[in-house]
T-cell receptor, first 116, second 111 residues
Framework: DVKVTQSSRYLVKRTGEKVFLECVQD?????MFWYRQDPGLGLRLIYF???????EKGDIPEGYSVSREKKERFSLILESASTNQTSMYLCAAGLDSGLTSNQPQHFGDGTRLSIL | SQQGEEDPQALSIQEGENATMNCSYKTSINNLQWYRQNSGRGLVHLILIRSNEREKHSGRLRVTLDTSKKSSSLLITASRAADTASYFCATDKTSGSRLTFGEGTQLTVNP
């Protein structure tokens, strides 16, 4: 089974701080994703990556950046944290074939981030 | 609005009963996936059904897909307290590569 590990389950940071959320997968999957999950809004895609050093904006990329220097690791960066970025952040990994996502995504357990 | 929308938002049943959750979507899809999320945890993939399939089974799970109505249903038979979780559908539009998730159905199975 694919294992996706997020470095922190809970994180508390202050506004204006630069925040790094780390995600590691152990199954050599090409695709990795960052979502945030908020009550009433479901899961929203922030960024995804289909290869090392490649990244694509999702639906809500503003205020975030990502880094994928190695295939197994995908980092989400909050450049200057704000209170509206308080949320549950979920990382996922998945195989893919071409542009059609016909494979399941495997999720980490999430990081609950609070910005004070 | 969301590409996938689950109905109902919340469902409470007794152990042993069947639970049915529905998902509607707006645009054509390649496939539809169902996921489960236990409280405070990540999502776990349950089942994938392709656009040319009408029904799929996995253990106590039965998924149907009606592309003419742009809807899918997830049936959990003989539910258990351990089935208590949120259930999400996710669709992959034919025009893109990303999954779009609905807001989920919160299922509570009372012992």
């Amino acid at each position: 089974d694919v294992k996706v590990t997020q470095s922190s389950r809970y994180l508390v940071k202050r506004t204006g701080e630069k925040v790094f959320l780390e995600c590691v997968q152990d199954m050599d999957h090409e695709n990795m994703f960052w979502y945030r999950q908020d009550p009433g809004l479901g899961l929203r895609l922030i960024y995804f990556s289909y290869d090392v050093k490649m990244k694509e904006k999702g639906d809500i990329p503003e205020g975030y950046s990502v880094s994928r220097e190695k295939k197994e690791r995908f980092s989400l960066i909050l450049e200057s944290a704000s209170t509206n970025q308080t949320s549950m952040y979920l990382c996922a990994a998945g195989l893919d074939s071409g542009l059609t996502s016909n494979q399941p995504q495997h999720f980490g357990d999430g990081t609950r981030l609070s910005i004070l | 609005s969301q590409q996938g929308e689950e109905d109902p938002q919340a469902l409470s049943i007794q152990e042993g009963e069947n639970a049915t959750m529905n998902c509607s979507y707006k645009t054509s899809i390649n496939n539809l996936q169902w996921y489960r999320q236990n409280s405070g945890r990540g999502l776990v993939h349950l089942i994938l059904i392709r656009s040319n399939e009408r029904e799929k089974h996995s253990g106590r799970l039965r998924v149907t897909l009606d592309t003419s109505k742009k809807s899918s249903s997830l049936l959990i038979t003989a539910s258990r307290a351990a089935d208590t979780a949120s259930y999400f559908c996710a669709t992959d539009k034919t025009s893109g590569s990303r999954l779009t998730f609905g807001e989920g159905t919160q299922l509570t199975v009372n012992p």
